[in-house]
């Protein structure tokens, strides 16, 4: 089965905004097999809209429409569709009640525009919006298929759910592709590649997939549906998971590092504080945007200015004119520091240089400690990083690689992995 | 004119990246007046390439399609594009001589297959690329113009400049459209909308367009291009600067809000700390995003816990007890007192509750605190605010203010606007 994609909308044709629905409608079609052939944007606009529907419906068999079912005059969705497909709109009362009902349940009455949402293509399935007004329509015509969505991305998300994943279990053949995912910290898409090798050998390339971004990579393993998909699928999970050992840090799509750090804090009854000089408080900033973070972060003294480190931490002044800020002797004395000052489990401190300025021969931009003291006896952990890139970039990975330290020392205190 | 965007290439109908490149293209048409009509995306694949191809030259006089003219076998642009037009592919030899002469110039032997990208359609006029191997084409037909453009964007955006503007220039009718733009910082939509009613009247509603993102607002003034236009948009620039006042932060488009206060403190010769409850370290992160910000920045007290607010920061307990961590008079004494223990010229606090948890009736999720306490004798300042949506919405709106109280008051302290 092949498809198309539709985004009906003018504002998705200026210079600020894309259509990004099409991405979910793209995961679906992807686990089902269904093949993507091509995607359009259109304004709001009758002739135009009317005339490249004709050519999806000609191009694929399932077409997805999404936008243009609201209740102004610029939503022109329904009537192309009716046009372009030879057939009545009829208003339909019920569908009429139960928008007039919704507006009811917030006290207020239905404007009379939005009585245009209630207008059904003659024979199309309606599909109920739980999140919205504008009720979704499945047309089954002579060539094919057709879904039109609302363009609100929480109320596509309830009716791809509720309309499309059904459909597609149906019509597309066969149960949906099984995925699993690991997430890894700090280590390079190549190093994965050469860790993985034995794996691509036994189960073949296709069946995993790397995906980089800045000091993070998501191994993506897919497998065909049903009993013996999954079969295979557990097994070479397993594998993964052996060749990548404590690299993986988490098997849940959503779940962030900080999150993990905080997960294995909370569960151990620790609590951490940072020392922060180039990184400006991002590795507490991050720690802090998880949801009950109060429980295991409990501060974080960022210390830009070398007077900070002596006043704030209690760094020797000889120690810093000795080794200098950017050194393996500061970082352990900042986590030290940080850790007694703010009564801390751990202690977690960063010095380096950003950029763009502040490079020398000897620690060019990029040079970052990452050094952390624990809570038992003399239990401490230093990095030497030489880091690739911008300010911004430095910075991101530099984080990374201080909350991935944590974690480490986390699990190896903890005696074994997370359970997962 | 009318015009259509098609880029081409399979990973872009994947779940991972949209096309980018159209914005770009989007932006150009836009200044010149060209209507853009409706964008596609397709995928490495002769057929369907070429039907596309088809609909859209007969559904635009202008055609832009990046992509696909690289030199393996799933670049199928120009192929596809000579069999639409029904016209010959022909090697060119002074392109293929240019394309080694690159390789050679990195000390490389130019690979075999490069020589594709040397192939010329028939009566197209080839676009020099300054940053890469494939050369562009423009071709004229007898039902409008197709430009062919790389799709890697830093090749693709010289290309833009090279040949697209000046082609523009002599066929879209006119000189290009004139565009100022004003960056306001913590002013709704609709306060921004009635404040600039006068404008409106006296401009019309087209000249001025807004955008909102979190807690910033951006004021688009447009004009036809020409010497009239320019007088025209000069009179309103200055119309709009008057109405909006000093909540403008900055006319540079690329130009953010910590940047500017980082200005402002560099050329009074100040510094700053700040004192972050609830956001976590997020303003003291925000401030050293930008290059130099040693220079002003001295460091950051990140007090999440409320013992840590008496220990580094020296506050009261009975005041924390008595008016709670979320109040006036906490978030004035954490201004004071991380100005005092950081020694910076100025101390900027913020205290709040970012939620998801931890609101109350009296002090619910979104209430937040904002003080900063300054050189000058008692100078200080406060906001109380009560903020919209989820945690990380809380914590970005809270940074936007926190800002925007310190440019206020060194506007204010230097006795005037800054020059723009």
Chains 1, 2 share one sequence.
Request: hydrophobic share 45%; aromatic share 4%; with cysteine.
């Amino acid at each position: 089965m092949r498809a198309a994609i539709l985004a009906v909308g003018s504002e998705l044709l200026g210079t600020e905004r894309l259509d990004t629905n099409s991405l979910l409608l793209t995961a679906q079609l992807e686990r089902f097999g269904v093949v993507l052939c091509r995607k359009a944007v259109v304004g709001d606009e009758l002739e135009e809209l009317g005339g490249l529907l004709g050519e999806l419906i000609g191009a694929a068999e399932l077409v997805l429409v999404t936008g243009g079912l609201g209740p102004t005059a610029d939503d022109l969705t329904r009537q192309a569709v009716a046009t372009a497909l030879g057939r009545r709109l009829i208003e339909s009362a019920e569908i009429g009640a139960d928008i007039e009902a919704k507006f009811a349940s917030f006290g207020m009455r239905m404007p009379e525009v939005n009585r245009r949402q209630a207008e059904v293509i003659e024979g199309a399935e309606v599909l109920a919006n739980r999140r919205g007004t504008a009720p979704g329509l499945r047309i089954d015509h002579e060539r094919g298929t057709l879904f039109l969505f609302p363009g609100v991305p929480h109320e596509l998300e309830a009716m791809v759910a509720g309309a499309l994943v059904p459909w597609l279990e149906r019509h597309a053949g066969g149960p949906p592709r099984e995925e699993r995912l690991l997430k890894v910290a700090c280590v390079p898409e190549s190093t994965a590649e050469e860790t993985l090798a034995p794996a691509y050998e036994e189960f073949g390339t296709k069946a995993i997939g790397l995906l980089a971004s800045a000091g993070e990579l998501q191994v993506r393993l897919t497998a065909r549906g049903g009993a013996a998909g999954r079969g295979g699928l557990d097994r070479l999970e397993q594998r993964v998971a052996e060749l990548m050992g404590d690299t993986v840090f988490t098997r849940r799509p959503g779940e962030t590092l900080e999150a993990v750090v905080g997960g294995l804090l909370g569960a151990a009854g620790y609590t951490v504080a940072t020392a922060e000089s180039c990184t400006g408080g991002l590795v507490a900033e991050r720690l802090t945007r998880v949801a009950g973070s109060s429980l295991w972060f409990v501060g974080s003294a960022v210390t830009y200015a070398d007077r900070l480190k002596v006043e704030l931490l209690g760094i020797d002044v000889e120690l810093l004119e000795r080794h200098g800020a950017v050194s393996r002797e500061v970082a352990e004395a900042m986590a030290t520091g940080v850790r007694e000052r703010l009564s801390s489990d751990y202690g977690l401190a960063i010095t380096g240089i950003a950029g763009p300025g502040g490079g020398t021969e000897e620690k060019p931009v990029g040079t970052v400690h990452v050094a952390l003291a624990g809570p038992a006896n003399g239990s401490s952990a230093h990095r030497r990083l030489r880091l690739p890139g911008d300010r911004r970039r430095v910075r991101r990975l530099t984080s990374q690689w201080a909350l991935d330290l944590l974690r480490r020392e986390l699990l190896a205190a903890g005696g074994g992995a997370r359970p997962a």
